[in-house]
């Protein structure tokens, strides 16, 4: 499995850095829109969409939305004199406040099970608010100073995925080592608190590696460090939302496309949480 793993992440790394570098902005998007895509197919059966037809339909409704929004906000406009396209913006918003609303379902599980486990369009609105404001916070953070440094926004992009990596790295060697008290035990058994401490502490090394190699500019120390952490935590609890979720419909994995990781949900539900706090906590700190 362990083999598996690693040659799979081996194929998939060098995609990704190709599409979040050498793809132009609307490559990146339409790649970006795929992956959610098949996300989305992946999300219907946690629904209770287990029929061919409606699981298309789903997935196509997602990539539907998100087209929309790439035709009302053209990406030469995502930008205004520095400021964010406001659909944009609110759609990501969107996305932040759906994520308050997932910690308060995650901590309370299962009684919180109650509120969606029965109505299919519940839990197909929460795919919605998973998957289209993280289209929106990635093609943000994308084209951030696209015009002056084109490469700029690819470098952040590639920031959060070190960020979540090392966060899931660091949370899976502490919890074999150290790990003793369960975090969630509800939602996942395997998660524990000194694996938490790990993932946080692995993540911040490299937040401190980044700040050295970068040159971040010490005024902006605060707000660097507070959206990285953020960014992690969120990443965790994106996680644990997608565990949640399998476990009331009873699944292992999301699915099998991928050897020895499950299925693309499985790969990016982290990201999925972690790319629009980021965003939203760049745009307060940063920016």
Not at 163 to 170: K, N, R, S
Not at 172 to 196: C, D, H, I, Q
């Amino acid at each position: 499995m362990l083999k598996q793993r690693i040659l799979t992440a081996l194929l998939l790394i060098p995609v990704a850095l190709y599409a979040v570098f050498l793809l132009p902005l609307w490559g990146f998007s339409l790649f970006i829109q795929a992956v959610l895509m098949l996300g989305a197919w992946e999300w219907s059966p946690l629904m209770g969409v287990t029929k061919t037809s409606g699981r298309i339909a789903y997935t196509v409704a997602v990539g539907a939305i998100i087209g929309v929004l790439s035709l009302f906000v053209p990406y030469q406009h995502l930008w205004s004199d520095g400021t964010l396209d406001p659909l944009i913006y609110y759609t990501i918003v969107a996305g932040g406040i759906w994520w308050v609303c997932a910690l308060a379902l995650i901590v309370n599980y299962p009684s919180s099970r109650r509120l969606w486990s029965r109505t299919r369009s519940i839990v197909g609105l929460f795919g919605l608010l998973i998957f289209v404001p993280t289209w929106a916070a990635l093609i943000t953070v994308r084209s951030i100073n696209i015009d002056v440094q084109p490469y700029f926004g690819g470098w952040v992009v590639l920031f959060i995925l070190l960020l979540v990596w090392a966060a899931d790295v660091g949370a899976y060697f502490a919890g074999v080592r150290y790990g003793r008290n369960k975090m969630m035990p509800a939602v996942s058994p395997g998660k524990t608190m000194e694996g938490l401490c790990g993932g946080i502490s692995l993540a911040f090394v490299v937040m401190m590696v980044v700040s050295h190699w970068t040159k971040i500019p010490a005024d902006q120390f605060t707000g660097y460090y507070l959206t990285g952490l953020f960014t992690v935590v969120a990443s965790v609890f994106g996680d644990l939302n997608e565990s949640m979720f399998k476990r009331a419909a009873g699944v292992k994995d999301s699915g099998s496309i991928l050897p020895g990781h499950g299925g693309i949900l499985d790969r990016i539900d982290s990201l999925t949480a972690a790319v629009p706090i980021f965003t939203l906590a760049y745009l307060e700190f940063l920016h």
